[in-house]
């Protein structure tokens, strides 16, 4: 089994910044991509951002310049850097990876969510 905790969401006034992260734990051989995701009320689940074991990123295009995804191989954690935040943001967050398992199994977890809110 593998296991994602996320952490760093909160309340923070537009304009300011959040670091969220993504600790994955368990029967880990490798992970191979990582993702943020965020879910709006009343809104389906969007991609935010995600990152290739060898680096390669994608964004949407509303955080695109705003938000940086970014791993740490040796420890099994990715991040996103959230900048110039907007009430537009207000959503739970939630990481998901691609790991490959000690047995060669690939296995696609979510972590619990984190929420972050924007708001004066």
């Known amino acids: 089994q593998v296991q994602l905790v996320e952490s760093g969401g909160g309340l923070v006034q537009p304009g300011g910044s959040l670091r969220l992260s993504c600790a994955a734990s368990g029967s880990i051989f490798s992970i191979t991509a990582m993702g943020w995701y965020r879910q709006a009320p009343g809104k389906q689940r969007e991609l935010v951002a995600r990152i290739t074991s060898g680096g390669s990123t994608d964004y949407a295009d509303s955080v695109k310049g705003r938000f940086t995804i970014a791993r740490d191989n040796a420890k099994n954690t990715g991040y996103l850097h959230m900048n110039s935040l907007k009430p537009e943001d207000t959503a739970v967050y939630y990481c998901?990876?691609?790991?490959?398992?000690?047995?060669?199994?690939?296995?696609?977890?979510w972590g619990q969510g984190t929420l972050v809110t924007v708001s004066s």
């Open positions: 998901n990876a691609r790991a490959l398992t000690m047995d060669y199994r690939y296995l696609e977890p």
